[in-house]
């Protein structure tokens, strides 16, 4: 008897672990809480999200470079000839600017600026001149409140020499006198103009052309394997004590929170959002504090390692203190609905405000490439011309580019599709063949507001 008890204790014990131990097992897989504290114990801080630096002439570069020969224009697009010319460039000295705008009667303006004889660099933006001293030798040190997106070398100059720097937009010219000039690379350049692809303009209003391929173009569809970047870099890089930093899971993604700075990571769209409510954007910005933009925002990046693909400066907003900066794949813009082509920052008095970002890099090129064959810039007149509604003063932009998407069947896997895209009334949109009675249609509007 005494043994039949016994084994019913020992059944009854046995049963209570194994359910206890189902229960405790049950209870590790559905605890969900609200917030995971994340302890660093070993934290260094601003530890980098990569080891690239680069310098601000990696980032600000030339949107297009065009040769006005005779009545013709061409089109620079290989990266080695771009690189020659804009390295003979920062040998010369910029120097004695004077406004000459009141000169240039409005109805001449164009043909100033894209005039025969002359090399036209076109930057995608106007740029404050302390961008300019960082790409080019400038002596004179009263411009420093002057943006401009173009610099016109006349190439055909006898004696004394001289380049323009225009403001588009705003009409504005400014003669600097050159020194320190060698001409020979810039006249070898010249003399083969006619090897360069043939363009022609496309004039919106009486001080915008936009410059487009004569020629049907055909490039590359590419598919490229991405390396997902690791939240827990920024986290450590961006918040000033990340020991305080909570991690909470939300729907398609994570949220870290100190208590007042938010990152909010989207695995969907694979991007990241960081906002500092802290760092309110104030009205009435100085043209000093405005002018220096471009450059701090270039500076946060590299301070945390961030360039982590080819990014090139492509707009901004003084109001907004709005600074976007654009991924480049072949020296071509890549474009997305969502962002994921794109660093945006937006800024208070001193810090950053709110910064969206790509959480990825390109890392593997597939081998499959296709060739895609694309409208001639004439077709890419008559498509948007035929658009209901729509009105050519209101495009501020028009180029070759990469629609990046999300491979449906492989998650590590973007494709970049080559296609045509046009900024109209502030929103990149990619141009497609569409019926007369169709109305303008494009992507989203694009980043921060």
């Known amino acids: 008897m005494t043994g039949m008890k016994y084994e019913i204790v020992k059944t009854i014990i046995l049963t209570f672990l194994v359910l206890t131990s189902i229960a405790f097992t049950w209870g590790l897989w559905t605890y969900h809480p609200k917030y995971d504290v994340i302890q660093n114990d070993e934290y260094i801080q601003n530890v980098p999200v990569s080891n690239t630096q680069v310098d601000t002439s990696m980032i600000v570069r030339p949107l297009q470079i065009l040769i006005h020969k005779n009545a013709a224009h061409y089109g620079i697009i290989?990266?080695?000839?771009?690189?020659?010319?804009?390295?003979?460039?920062?040998?010369?000295?910029?120097?004695?600017?004077?406004?000459?705008?009141?000169?240039?009667?409005?109805?001449?303006?164009?043909?100033?600026v894209h005039g025969k004889g002359k090399i036209e660099i076109i930057y995608p933006d106007d740029i404050p001149m302390n961008i300019y001293r960082d790409l080019l030798q400038i002596d004179d040190r009263g411009m420093d409140d002057v943006s401009f997106d173009t610099i016109v070398i006349p190439v055909e100059q006898r004696q004394d020499f001289v380049a323009y720097f225009v403001s588009t937009d705003h009409r504005k010219v400014y003669k600097a006198v050159v020194n320190d000039v060698s001409m020979e690379e810039i006249n070898q350049l010249y003399e083969k103009a006619e090897n360069f692809p043939h363009y022609f303009a496309y004039n919106v209003s009486e001080t915008k052309s936009f410059f487009l391929p004569e020629k049907e173009i055909t490039m590359n569809r590419l598919q490229y394997y991405t390396d997902e970047l690791d939240p827990d870099r920024f986290k450590e890089a961006l918040f000033s004590d990340p020991s305080f930093v909570k991690k909470d899971?939300?729907?398609?993604?994570?949220?870290?929170?100190?208590?007042?700075?938010?990152?909010?990571?989207?695995?969907l769209q694979k991007l990241l959002l960081y906002v500092n409510p802290a760092a309110k954007n104030t009205i009435n910005q100085s043209s000093e504090e405005s002018s220096t933009l471009i450059q701090k925002s270039i500076d946060?990046?590299?301070?945390?390692?961030?360039?982590?693909?080819?990014?090139?400066?492509?707009?901004?907003?003084?109001d907004k203190r709005k600074v976007v900066f654009r991924l480049f794949v072949n020296n071509y813009p890549a474009f997305n609905d969502y962002g994921m082509s794109e660093i945006i920052q937006i800024w208070g008095t001193n810090e950053v405000n709110k910064y969206q970002r790509p959480l990825f890099r390109l890392e593997i090129p597939d081998r499959v490439s296709v060739p895609t064959k694309l409208l001639s810039g004439q077709e890419v007149i008559q498509q948007l011309e035929k658009m209901k509604g729509f009105k050519k003063e209101f495009v501020s932009g028009i180029t070759l580019g990469y629609e990046l998407v999300k491979d449906p069947e492989r998650e590590k896997v973007v494709v970049l599709e080559p296609a045509w895209f046009y900024l109209y009334d502030g929103?990149?949109?990619?141009?497609?063949?569409?019926?007369?009675?169709?109305?303008i249609r494009g992507g989203n509007t694009i980043g921060l507001e």
Do not use: C, Q
């Open 78 to 112: 290989e990266e080695a000839e771009i690189n020659k010319l804009l390295k003979e460039l920062k040998k010369w000295t910029f120097d004695d600017f004077e406004n000459i705008s009141s000169t240039i009667p409005k109805g001449e303006f164009l043909s100033f």
């Open 249 to 267: 899971i939300v729907t398609f993604g994570e949220e870290y929170t100190d208590g007042s700075r938010l990152m909010d990571v989207d695995f």
């Open 300 to 318: 946060f990046v590299n301070e945390h390692g961030g360039w982590t693909d080819m990014y090139h400066f492509a707009e901004w907003d003084r």
């Open 427 to 439: 929103t990149w949109r990619k141009i497609t063949v569409k019926e007369e009675t169709n109305e």
